[in-house]
């Protein structure tokens, strides 16, 4: 079945098949009043009346348009929804046709979208549960699945592989923080952002969202009444190891962003003390200047690490009698001395100011 013009217009597939949808016009409007007979002569309660009237009925170029309203209201009442499809058909009993309502609603949502649906029929179609905008219509499905997780996870910073209700919402939710990927008009990107913050302000953090998680559900437990001391490696919660993960943050504390270590702040975690350092070496009085370097380049690894020394690097130790003596032994031993062209010269000794080199 093709769609009827109406409004002068025409739909993508109505060119030409005008007739057998309205009653043949004779010579002095017989058409029209052969539609309205018809209307008369139906049996129907006050309130249906009522909204035919609503519909203009009575302009001639409505009634196709009414037509296409009862096939929405016939979809709905079959099916329990007005979300119509493209390829959706129903079966007009009175009229005995199979009707196209799919693409009489896609003519109505490029009107809509267009500004040029008349305010009286959005306001009939509205009537029905009618979605305009079937993407809208899906993210605003998407939002119940996501106010779901969050009441079940206190977050919606969910793993890729999360599924609720047979919702991808953690796939869903990876996407959705991709640049762009809100919607490519920025009024309908910054209103459905401003939906996920409503549910969560931290569904897209600035950091890994792994670690959001974590900490999501780490405030969560202590405000139900737990402790830091409580939460040991291997209590979890909704599959993540909250123990492990608050065990390791204090020592993690110089690879964070100045936020996140206010929100471990908040939570009482803070950074680990520095390591103490070994006691310094102590050299004998009297030393000789071997026994000297060794404790040099003992202090110095002990304190550094590996033993790489740069190339002017002094060590000072002190001996057991408290004096300080400065050793530039560590570099001459562990790094190569540069080749010069005057291989007989003796080598530079460094010897920091103030200090016997012996």
């Known amino acids: 079945m093709k769609l009827p013009k109406e409004d002068g217009g025409s739909t993508d597939d109505d060119q030409g098949q005008e007739e057998g949808e309205r009653e043949p016009a004779g010579e002095h409007g017989e058409g029209v009043e052969l539609a309205l007979l018809r209307f008369s002569r139906r049996g129907r309660d006050a309130e249906e009346i009522a909204r035919l009237v609503r519909t203009r009925v009575l302009r001639p170029e409505s009634t ?97 592989d999360a599924v609720l209700a047979g919702v991808a919402v953690g796939e869903r939710l990876h996407q959705a923080r991709k640049p762009g990927d809100l919607g490519k008009k920025p009024d309908r990107a910054e209103s459905r952002r401003r939906r996920l913050e409503a549910i969560d302000p931290d569904w897209n953090p600035a950091w890994p969202v792994a670690w959001q998680r974590h900490w999501a559900k780490a405030r969560w437990l202590l405000s139900q009444g737990a402790t830091l001391a409580e939460l040991q490696p291997g209590v979890s919660h909704g599959g993540d190891d909250i123990g492990t993960w608050l065990a390791e943050q204090p020592a993690a504390w110089h690879t964070l962003t100045e936020d996140q270590q206010q929100r471990l702040a908040a939570l009482g975690v803070h950074p680990a003390c520095p390591p103490a350092l070994a006691a310094a070496p102590a050299v004998p009085a009297g030393a000789t200047r071997w026994e000297i370097n060794l404790a040099a380049a003992r202090q110095f690894k002990a304190r550094e690490g590996p033993l790489r020394v740069p190339q002017a690097h002094i060590e000072t130790v002190t001996d057991t009698e408290g004096l300080r003596t400065g050793s530039g032994w560590v570099s001459s031993a562990v790094t190569p001395a540069p080749t010069t062209e005057n291989t007989n010269s003796p080598p530079t000794r460094c010897a920091k100011p103030g200090t016997s080199d012996y």
Do not use: I, M
Not at 115 to 143: H, I, K, M, N, S
């Open 64 to 160: 196709a348009w009414l037509t296409g309203l009862k096939a929405v209201r016939a979809f709905a009442a079959e099916q329990g929804h007005a979300n119509v499809p493209y390829t959706a058909t129903v079966h007009l009993g009175d009229q005995n046709v199979t009707y196209p309502v799919g693409q009489w609603v896609a003519e109505q949502r490029r009107a809509w979208r267009s500004g040029d649906l008349a305010d009286w029929r959005t306001e009939l179609l509205a009537e029905t549960g009618f979605v305009f905008d079937p993407r809208d219509q899906a993210f605003a499905e998407f939002l119940d699945v996501c106010a779901l997780y969050f009441a079940e996870h206190h977050t919606l910073a969910a793993p890729r």
